[in-house]
C-alpha cells in the first residue's frame, strides 16, 4: 500500500510555541490530505481538508488561525500548531489517498508544557 | 451529512473465542465502508474494506466483515481471537463522491491470554 510519513513523531513544546508538523506521501502524489485529531481513549475527529494550491477546507469548532495548514506541493502538507498551549496536546494524524481509501501516517504526539 | 455508531466500547474476550463488533452508519447515497486497527502505540492499518460485489469481505489476519444495506450495518468478525489481536477496531465510512472518512467511536477490544 501507499506510504504517509509525519515528522516529526514526537514533539515537546512550550506554553506558547508555534509547533509545524509534516505529512508527506511517499510513493503517490495527494491532492488532498486529511488531518485528524485523536485525544486519548478517543475516535479521530476531522479537523481539517488540506488541498493542493488553495485554501485548507476547516470542519466545525476548528479554529483556523490556531491550526494554520499549508499543502504546497502534491506530496507534502503542513499543519502549523500556533501558540501552541497545553490543551492543545493532542495525537495528530495525517492521511492521503484517493479512489475511496485512506492511507495514515503513524501521527505526531504534541506534548504542551 | 454521514454519522458511525460502533455500541461496543470495550470488549473482553479470552483467546479462542468468537468476535464481532458491531458497526452502523447513516447515510443515504452509495458508500464505501472500512475497518481499522489501531494496536498499542501504533498507527492505523487497513484491516479490510468494502466498495462494492460480495458484501461479504475477507480482511487481513482472519477478520472478515459483512455489509447489510438494509441494516446499514458492516459488522467485523473473527472466528477465533489471539492475544496478539488487541488493540482499538474503528470502523470507516466515506461516500462515493470524496474521499473523507467518517470514524465511529471506536471498540477497545483486550484479548486475555
Known amino acids: 500500500g501507499a506510504v504517509v510519513s509525519q515528522h516529526p513523531s514526537w514533539v515537546i513544546c512550550k506554553s506558547g510555541t508555534s509547533v509545524k508538523i509534516e505529512c508527506r506521501s511517499l510513493?503517490?502524489?495527494?491532492?488532498?490530505m486529511f488531518w485528524y485529531r485523536q485525544f486519548p481513549k478517543q475516535s479521530l475527529m476531522l479537523m481539517a481538508t488540506s488541498n493542493e494550491g488553495s485554501k485548507a477546507t476547516y470542519e466545525q469548532g476548528v479554529e483556523k488561525d490556531k491550526f494554520l495548514i499549508n499543502h504546497a506541493s502534491l506530496t507534502l502538507s503542513t499543519l502549523t500548531v500556533t501558540s501552541a498551549h497545553p490543551e492543545d496536546s493532542s495525537f495528530y494524524i495525517c492521511?492521503?489517498?484517493?479512489?475511496?481509501?485512506?492511507?495514515f501516517g503513524p501521527g505526531t504526539r504534541l506534548t504542551v508544557l | 451529512a454521514q454519522s458511525v455508531s460502533q455500541h461496543n466500547h470495550h470488549v473482553i474476550l479470552s483467546e479462542a473465542a468468537s468476535l464481532e463488533l458491531g458497526c452502523n452508519y447513516s447515510y443515504g447515497g452509495t458508500v464505501n465502508l472500512f475497518w481499522y486497527v489501531q494496536y498499542p502505540g501504533q498507527h492505523l492499518q487497513l484491516l479490510l474494506k468494502y466498495f462494492s460485489g460480495d458484501p461479504l469481505v475477507k480482511g487481513i489476519k482472519g477478520f472478515e466483515a459483512e455489509f447489510i444495506k438494509s441494516k446499514f450495518s458492516f459488522n467485523l468478525r473473527k472466528p477465533s481471537v489471539q492475544w496478539s489481536d488487541t488493540a482499538e477496531y474503528f470502523c470507516a465510512v466515506n461516500d462515493i463522491a470524496g474521499n473523507m472518512l467518517t470514524f465511529g467511536g471506536g471498540t477497545r477490544l483486550m484479548v486475555k491470554p
Open positions: 510513493d503517490f502524489q495527494a491532492t488532498t
Open positions: 492521511s492521503a489517498g484517493g479512489l475511496g481509501e485512506q492511507f
